[in-house]
């Protein structure tokens, strides 16, 4: 018979204990599965004819009184035993299940159970030898199935015919197994004989892996025409590529597809997880690998943007980096939290919303009107106007808290006074303001001005990487010592007269590839802004001069991570 015209009744008991002998069932669950879908479905609470131990009412909800109106056996086994009919009896620990509801119909007078039986741990445990456990709270986690009822019989029933229906699709791709019988068959294999690992896995873990690195870099997964199939990055190369070609039966299908048709491991090493970021970014746009779901393109991400050039500036958002002399922050993730960050901005610091030539003219517009301007048409105070300028500087760069801590108490006011429906208003607009606000603290400056070298140090480790940011771009990274040594010191020197020449232009035009490195390096440095110390650069600034705050981070004086040294 062909497996989809099978009849597989999935079944789950609930007991009083783990003995069959002694305990007793209290529900039974099971549900129909033809041809992969649940068809029917069977549920019935059991009087054991005694009290229910605490310890399983705890687990499944149970109590001795949900029991005390409920059929005792004898009523219950017949009813299953008519749903049951034919079927083939599949459970997850079969023996388990079986062996309550044979001792239950040893009790009654009557034979055993004579149906055909699967058990779906036996399946797992020949199909996903690398999975870490077997049991059904583990597959139904690494199936991402969502069933209610969890640990009562019907829903664990139901779990299982999802995982039974995961299995057997394995089974028809892998071993091309469509029949009952050979169904069967395949639960009592031994497991050498189950799967062999392909020639070309072995090949790979034998041969390649050993020889990788314990370094960050870039690999790059090909098939045997030698075209990328994947590439990402890594810490540590050694482990990442090992995570890949380890326990290859527990992966998603789709991972599990790709390993099927790699034959070439390469690898680039970088000489800092960030570099490998960006250099992975740059493969897989130019490459475009079949299994990379995420970076194949540039996304124009939008830029707040301070506009300087007029003596009543305007802040607004914009998804390019002209060269205007305007002042540019962010990116930040998409056009909402943008129009969030210009709106709180406005509202909070009140400069001028209207166009140039309404200014101009001198009329007073709506937004004067609500107070969200300090209206330079009219009262022309360029100080104080100009001072308004520098606080809306300091909260894009992150060093003014003061609008978060007033949101915040706008927030508990509400909650306070029960209007929790404005309380959530400010919550939602409150925390990704946080996290915006705390990747602009790090840089501190805007993006043409973000001129800076970044000790990033973790804990214990007796060396630190330096990496140069010039222009709001990583540039180039050095590694040092801890504390650095005087080649060290020399090197530093040499590093910061090339990066930091205060002659060096800025660049006219940012490039997409440009503006998603930028990207890239915002999100490092809030990742891991406790473990870097900021050492900001301006023109001002001789460049040697920052050699001495380098050695301080490095080790030479006690330094707080996440600490910005300013200029």
């Given at each position: ?31 129909k ?37 409920a ?19 599949t ?5 388990f299940?079986?062996?309550f ?12 159970l ?18 870490d ?16 009822g ?82 990402g ?37 970088t ?52 060269d ?16 969030m960050?210009?709106?709180?901005a ?41 001072r308004?300028?520098e ?17 915040r ?11 929790f ?7 939602d ?38 990496l ?5 771009r ?48 915002s ?14 650069w ?30």
């Open positions: 018979m062909h497996v989809s015209d099978a009849t597989f009744v999935v079944t789950d008991t609930e007991t009083t204990g783990t003995k069959a002998e002694t305990d007793r069932v209290i529900e039974i669950g099971a549900v599965v033809v041809d992969g879908e649940i068809v029917d479905r069977y549920q019935q609470l059991v009087n054991p004819q005694r009290s229910i131990p605490g310890r399983i009412t705890k687990l499944t909800g149970i109590t001795t009184g949900m029991v005390f109106d059929p005792p056996m004898e009523e219950v086994l017949p009813e299953y035993l008519d749903f049951l009919d034919d079927g083939v009896l459970a997850h620990n079969l023996s299940d079986k062996g509801l044979d001792a239950e119909l040893d009790r009654m007078g009557r034979d055993p004579s149906n055909e039986t699967l058990c779906t741990v036996r399946l797992a445990r020949r199909l996903l030898p690398g999975l456990s077997k049991g059904l709270s583990r597959l139904v986690q690494f199936y991402d199935i969502t069933v209610d969890r640990h009562r019989a019907l829903g664990d029933a139901e779990a299982t015919g999802i995982v039974l229906r995961r299995l057997l699709s394995q089974l028809a791709f892998e071993h091309e197994i469509e029949d009952v019988d050979d169904l069967l068959s395949f639960q009592h294999r031994r497991y050498q004989k189950v799967r062999e690992t392909p020639s070309h896995l072995k090949k790979i873990r034998n041969e390649v892996l050993p020889d990788a690195p314990d370094a960050p870099g870039v690999y790059l997964l090909k098939n045997s025409r030698g075209a990328s199939l994947y590439i990055k890594a810490k540590k190369l050694s482990d990442r590529l090992r995570s890949h070609f380890t326990a290859v039966e527990s992966k998603g299908s789709r991972k599990r597809k790709m390993l099927q048709k790699v034959r070439t491991v390469e690898w680039e090493e000489g800092t997880e960030l570099e490998a970021i960006l250099r992975e970014s740059r493969l897989i746009k130019t490459e475009k690998p079949r299994y990379n779901r995420a970076q194949r393109r540039y996304y124009s991400r939008p830029f707040i943007r301070l506009d300087t050039t007029n003596e009543y500036p305007t802040l607004s958002w914009t998804r390019t980096l002209s205007d002399d305007a002042e540019y922050y962010g990116p930040v993730r998409n056009t909402d939290r943008a129009d960050v210009v709106d709180v406005s509202r909070f610091f009140r400069l001028r919303e209207c166009d140039d030539d309404r200014l101009h003219l001198g009329q007073r517009c709506l937004y004067a009107d609500m107070d969200r301007c300090t209206v330079p048409c009219e009262n022309e105070d360029k100080a104080a106007y100009a308004a300028v606080n809306v500087r300091a909260f894009l760069t992150g060093q003014d808290r003061a609008v978060l801590e007033e949101l108490a706008r927030m508990q006011q509400a909650s306070e006074e029960r209007d429906e404005k309380a959530a208003e400010i919550r607009t409150l925390e990704p303001l946080e996290t915006i606000l705390e990747k602009q603290r790090v840089v501190a400056a805007p993006i043409r001005h973000h001129n800076a070298a970044l000790v990033h140090r973790t804990k214990e480790a007796t060396t630190a990487d330096v140069f940011v010039r222009f709001g990583f540039v180039e990274s050095v590694s040092c010592e801890c504390p650095p040594t005087s080649e060290d010191r020399t090197r530093l020197q040499t590093h910061c007269r090339t990066h930091f020449d205060p002659a060096a232009e800025p660049p006219s035009n940012f490039t997409k590839r440009a503006t998603d490195e930028i990207r890239l390096l999100h490092w440095t809030y990742a891991h802004r406790d473990e870097l110390f900021v050492v900001r301006t023109p001002a600034r001789d460049p040697e001069t920052l050699v001495g705050d380098l050695c301080d981070a490095l080790g030479g004086t006690e330094k707080t991570p996440g600490q910005v040294t300013e200029p």
